[in-house]
């Protein structure tokens, strides 16, 4: 599922960058290189950070959209 349509990023995207340790929206918004855009992905960003935060270490995160 792409988390940002404007740039073409996907959720598992998101949470390589998540996992190699960006931890707010814009971290991981320059980390995939999206330049500014409609604005609409940053709360399933989020979304995906929290569900990484609160997720067991080891723990894989499901993929189901939200
Ligand atoms: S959906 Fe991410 S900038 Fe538009």
Redesign the pocket.
Known sequence: MY?????A?TDEDVRDHVEAGACSAKEVRAACG?R???????NRIRALIEQHAAAEPGEAIATAAA
């Open positions: 988390a940002c349509v404007c740039h990023v999206m500014p855009g409609c604005g609409s992905c940053v």
